[in-house]
């Protein structure tokens, strides 16, 4: 199974919804645990109840979890690092929009075949910046499970996930590097469209 991971604040920006709305009030978690177990049963829940369905309805039903459970703005923010200072106003407002799409629909469209229980979490370490790392692992059809890793930070809105290593590779990364080279090689325009047929091609 291919698990779409993450990686960090934008803080002063609206989370909107995918017609650039605001979105439902963001849940607080008071422990990294509560915040991957609730990510870890709504991602299973809608695998059992609405795997079948359009990829529309798992965005709908997917969003108000991914955005209460990661904090997308820190995340996107990461990505393109040095570049955010550059970004305009409405640039940023773009991005994050965009990017909190492609987030979401990477959830709705991958985890439609879990099955009760296919979660599983061992461990939790409090790391020396003060974040924290919760190990958990996920089965698939025959051995071995997929190793995950999450990393959580805390902030006014409570733990929130900003990292996840699926097998040992961390899709921050990837798109970090992604992000980085178009932004050098092209325009913030260059990234936004390449992001639209990231969202076109799920």
Not at 165 to 183: M, N
Request: hydrophobic fraction near 45%.
């Amino acid at each position: 199974m291919n698990l779409w991971l993450f990686g960090f604040g934008l803080g002063a920006l609206p989370w909107m919804n995918a017609l650039g709305q605001p979105s439902p009030t963001i849940a607080a978690y008071d422990t990294p645990m509560t915040c991957v177990e609730a990510l870890h049963e709504g991602l299973t829940s809608l695998s059992l109840e609405q795997g079948s369905a359009g990829l529309a309805q798992r965005f709908q039903r997917l969003e108000p979890l991914i955005v209460a459970t990661h904090d997308l703005p820190f995340i996107a923010e990461f990505t393109v690092r040095r570049h955010w200072a550059s970004f305009s106003d409405g640039e940023r407002e773009a991005f994050l929009r965009s990017f909190q799409r492609l987030s979401v629909l990477s959830y709705a469209s991958r985890f439609v075949a879990l099955s009760a229980g296919a979660f599983n979490i061992q461990e939790s370490r409090t790391l020396a910046s003060g974040r924290v790392q919760v190990i958990a692992s996920i089965a698939r059809a025959e051995p071995p499970d997929i190793p995950i890793e999450y990393i959580l930070h805390q902030d006014d809105a409570g733990w929130r996930i900003i990292n996840v290593v699926a097998d040992g590779v961390s899709d921050l990364a990837l798109k970090r590097a992604e992000y980085q080279r178009v932004l050098g090689e092209g325009s913030v325009a260059d990234l936004l469209e390449i992001l639209e047929q990231q969202i076109a091609a799920l």
